[in-house]
């Protein structure tokens, strides 16, 4: 086991191609959009890891990136599915955390998506935290637009985003929708032209209801391989629990099933239990779970 860190462009394609390997054996990326993204497009000052290669083949990646919250850092690993025992997971463990102490990080947070990685998680001294559920179904299911229950509120209408225009409107709706929330919220307008310029972004993807000239919700459908995601479903804390969220959920399902999806999907929060309620009402069922793990220290 040689550990080192990442060096961005020399060590790119290899992690692609490694992260290509765990997708495929585990069905889902192994790392975040978002590190993802930073790793291919992004500053290759800000893409932070530590890579393990044995026989000069890179057998595991362990993403950092700093979060907004000043100190914490995140991090992903992506193992080779035949290098995956519970020593090489602890080493990758104490070698990501090394580095976030050496660059003076006050505490990590890990995702994992492997329940047994439970207890070399606890080993290695994080403690539990979060869970994150994949949510799914087949589609199509006869989800349209029509539907008395895909029609908005009294005085809401729906029109797709306009780019150059809405920016501002759907920053205000998502970071007071998710206030709290360690990923979603304190997006920038940066954050969301950067999302905006990727490959699959449609603005007719990216529904907006309004009321009048005030926004107060969407529902951002991100379509790619004959997949939807709800990329991002919000309202805006004073229209919540008015019917805005099941219309804007039911709006974007007909979406995807007019432009020929045949599967819908979704990363939410297990406590979120409102949203919860709300897709398992509409027939998605749990794929997968990810779960974060945290570490101080300081
Ligand atoms: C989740 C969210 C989009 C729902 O929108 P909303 O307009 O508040 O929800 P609705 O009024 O359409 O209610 C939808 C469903 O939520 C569920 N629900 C609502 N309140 C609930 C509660 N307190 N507990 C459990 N389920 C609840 C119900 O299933 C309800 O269905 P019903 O029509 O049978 O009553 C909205 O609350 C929100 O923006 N929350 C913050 C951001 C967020 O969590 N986004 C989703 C991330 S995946």
């Known amino acids: 086991m040689s550990i080192r860190l990442v060096a961005i ?7 692609a191609a490694l992260l290509t390997r765990v997708e495929a054996a585990d069905g889902h990326q192994p790392i975040g959009e978002h590190k993802y993204l930073m790793l291919f497009q992004g500053d290759p000052e800000r893409v932070v890891g530590v890579i393990d290669e044995e026989d000069s083949k890179l057998v595991a990646y362990v993403a950092l990136t700093p979060n907004a919250e000043p100190g ?5 690993l992506a193992v080779d599915p035949d290098h995956r025992s519970p020593d090489t997971f602890l080493t990758l463990f104490e070698a990501g955390v090394s580095e976030v102490a ?8 890990a995702w994992l998506f492997q329940p047994r990685l439970n207890e070399v998680a606890l080993r290695a001294g994080f403690i539990p935290e979060r869970e994150l559920l994949k949510l799914e179904r087949r589609l199509p299911a006869g989800f349209q637009s029509e539907l008395p229950d895909a029609r908005l509120p009294d005085g809401m209408r729906l029109a797709p985003f306009e780019p150059g225009r809405d920016e501002s409107a759907w920053l205000e709706v998502n970071n007071a929708a998710f206030v709290d929330h360690p990923e979603n919220g304190r997006w920038t307008k940066e954050i969301l032209e950067h999302r905006m310029g990727q490959t699959w972004f449609r603005p007719e993807d990216l529904l907006m209801a309004w009321e009048g000239s005030t926004p107060a919700g969407f529902c951002w459908c991100k379509r790619v391989g004959g997949e939807g995601e709800i990329y991002v479903l919000a309202v805006a804390p004073s229209a919540q629990g008015s019917g805005l969220g099941r219309a804007l959920v039911l709006q974007g399902l007909a979406l995807m099933e007019q432009g020929g999806d045949r599967v819908a999907f979704l990363y939410v929060d297990a406590d979120n239990q409102r949203a919860l309620g709300l897709y398992r009402s509409l027939g998605f069922h749990t794929d997968h779970v990810d779960r974060s793990y945290v570490r101080m220290l300081k």
């Open 9 to 15: 462009p020399e060590d790119r394609e290899a992690v």
């Open 72 to 76: 914490w850092w995140a991090m992903e």
């Open 102 to 109: 050496r660059r003076g990080g006050s505490a990590v947070r």
